[in-house]
Nanobody, 121 residues
């Protein structure tokens, strides 16, 4: 079992920044990769970024150049630095424990409860 807890969401003006954190506990050694997803109201959940245990990263086209995913293995934490935020980035952001192969992130069964990010225009 893996337990994931997100934090760092909030309300920010367009053009601003937020840093989300995902802390993992439980069977940490079983985690191959961690991903951030988001789900806006009335829309499907979508991948934002993923990072493998070796540090390989994958980003959705709509966040390239604005968001950066990183991990601190000593703290069992994966962070998502979000810059130049836009109103369309408004969503609940979720952390997921999955796998990365062939350059793509694939979601696993373990999800956090999410953290709300709201960007005002």
């Amino acid at each position: 079992q893996v337990h994931l807890v997100e934090s760092g969401g909030g309300l920010v003006q367009a053009g601003g920044s937020l840093k989300l954190s995902c802390v993992a506990s439980g069977d940490i050694s079983s985690i191959n990769a961690v991903g951030w997803y988001r789900q806006a109201a009335g829309k499907q959940r979508e991948l934002v970024a993923g990072i493998s245990s070796g540090g390989d990263t994958k980003y959705a086209d709509f966040v390239k150049g604005r968001f950066t995913i990183s991990r601190d293995n000593a703290k069992n934490t994966v962070s998502l630095q979000m810059n130049s935020l836009k109103p369309e980035d408004t969503a609940v952001y979720y952390c997921n424990a999955g796998v990365m192969y062939s350059g793509y992130y694939h979601s696993g069964d373990f999800w956090g409860l999410g953290t709300q990010v709201s960007v005002s225009s």
